[in-house]
């Protein structure tokens, strides 16, 4: 059978697989990309825990849904405002490259 | 769902999403992550989270990575020239990332709970769309309309700066 921490331990791979991109990647829209895997991956275990905390009423605690609805919701505006920003970037810039855009470096 | 089908769609996951990673074309790692996705959507319905998995399907495979794909087109991105790699960076990236993923399992196996399987529900969630429905504009109303407002600014927010010249 498949147990809480198996999902756990999935969900917590996810989110260091995605936690390796934006550590390794030097491509904005890469390291964007694996913003929303670290998202996802904090999904997935709300929504594993949402199902093993079951009511009383013998249905899943939607309380944790409902919060996995409200971060896809910040998510989606999110990306939409951080693309709007790369593209602005890339009109003043000509690149998406992390290590081109370095005027606030230290 | 039977145990084997959990793991084939985890193992999807994880190895597409590190393919979302490993990739140097944005456009594969952007497909890469469409199906990552869509495992993932195979992963809630497994939890008996039916509208969870929907809305992943439509929102996140659909909507958001439309959007990523679109950006790409937009900025003509090809395959990423070979740079000289920053060794030291690099491993420093990777060494910390195993040091996350280390902690995460040492939290994971003191967990006592983390070792039981999941209870079986009383009844179906087929109806979930409901009752996630009473409890988003029952409990959560305000949350609900709060993040109607922020949506409609990151609206705003995109159409200004998309509007205005950057210099």
């Known amino acids: 059978m498949v147990t809480l921490g198996d999902y756990l331990i999935v969900s917590g791979v996810l989110f260091a697989i995605g936690f390796a991109g934006v550590m390794l990647r030097r491509n904005l829209i890469i390291i964007f990309m694996s913003l929303e895997l670290m998202l996802n991956a904090a999904n997935l275990s709300l929504v594993a825990f949402s199902r093993f905390h079951v009511q009383p009423n013998g249905l899943p605690n939607y309380n944790a849904q409902v919060f996995v609805f409200f971060i896809i919701t910040v998510a989606a505006a999110e990306v939409a405002v951080g693309l709007a920003i790369i593209v602005a970037l890339f009109r003043a810039r000509q690149t998406t490259n992390v290590e081109d855009i370095a005027s606030l470096k230290f | ?167």
């Open chain 2, 1 to 167: 769902m039977p145990a084997y089908l959990f793991w084939i769609f985890a193992l999807l996951m994880l190895v597409f999403g590190a393919a979302v990673v490993i990739n140097r074309n944005p456009i594969a790692s952007a497909l890469n992550l469409v199906v990552s996705f869509l495992s993932l959507a195979a992963l809630f319905m497994s939890l008996d989270a039916f509208f969870v998995g929907i809305i992943q399907v439509l929102v996140y495979a659909g909507a958001i990575m439309v959007l990523f794909l679109f950006i790409i087109m937009l900025l003509d991105l090809r395959v990423e020239k070979l740079r000289k790699i920053n060794w030291v960076a690099s491993a420093g990236g990777i060494a910390v990332a195993l040091a996350l993923l280390t902690q995460i399992f040492y939290v994971i196996g003191n967990l006592k709970a983390a070792r039981q399987t999941f209870p079986p529900l009383a009844r179906s969630t087929i109806d979930d769309v409901r009752n996630v429905g009473l409890a988003l504009f029952g409990n959560y109303n305000l949350p609900f309309q709060i993040i109607g407002i922020l949506v409609l600014v990151a609206t705003i927010g995109v159409v200004l700066l998309s509007k205005r010249e950057v210099r």
